[in-house]
């Protein structure tokens, strides 16, 4: 796995940096049409964030996985990974209709992502949207972005200063094979190199 540092190759360090967000804007349109709607956000959501998503969601948990397993922001010597999915501190029960994976299915443990689908799928209500960002071109992140709401449609996080190129790396095609019980909505491919990606699930047979 090799490592990748902005200030070792003469880059300059990013700054924070706000950006439109498709996908978001796309959740929340969805979360408006739907009555006491319950969202989950599996990240580390700020308290702005979640009051920004309170009035379009009847409710709003988070369980942040990066920091209940240990995970702390920083430099790294090497790429965080989350444990085993059996390990992650996942609700037993729930329907919601809308949830924020982030970037964390990049740091599962390999062949760990089928796992986490058996896991939520049974939260999600027919037609929930799951939230995942991805990057396919630019070097993985030490450890799973910290994404901030700034608006209904707008996204701010601090670019790494240092990153992996992960082999393999799990890509669209790669979600769409294992997201099981769910089909793709919407792919944005946004200026900075990421990726949004929106899955619903679909009507349980």
């Known amino acids: 796995m090799k490592l990748f540092n902005r200030k070792t190759s003469g880059e300059a360090a990013a700054d924070p940096a706000e950006h439109h967000s498709p996908g978001l804007a796309t959740l929340v349109t969805h979360l408006e049409k739907r009555e006491q709607s ?23 948990e988070v369980v942040d996985l990066f920091r209940s397993v240990g995970g702390r922001q920083g430099e790294r010597a090497e790429r965080f990974v989350l444990p085993s999915v059996d390990r992650l501190p996942l609700p037993d029960s729930g329907a919601y209709d809308a949830m924020l994976l982030w970037d964390l299915p990049l740091y599962l443990p390999r062949g760990e992502l089928v796992g986490l689908v058996e896991k939520i799928r049974p939260l999600c209500r027919p037609g929930a949207i799951l939230f995942l960002v991805v990057t396919t071109v630019l070097p993985l ?6 994404f901030r709401i700034v608006s209904r449609d707008r996204l701010a996080y601090v670019p790494p200063e240092q990153g992996y190129d992960p082999t393999p790396r799990l890509m669209p095609r790669d979600f769409e094979k294992n997201l099981r019980g769910f089909r793709p909505l919407h792919y944005y491919q946004l200026r900075n190199g990421l990726k949004e990606l929106l899955f619903i699930r679909e009507a349980v047979e």
């Open 141 to 146: 992140a030490p450890n799973p972005l910290h």
């Open 38 to 60: 319950g969202l989950l956000d599996l990240g580390p959501s700020t308290t702005d964030s979640l009051h920004l998503l309170g009035p379009f969601a009847g409710s709003v």
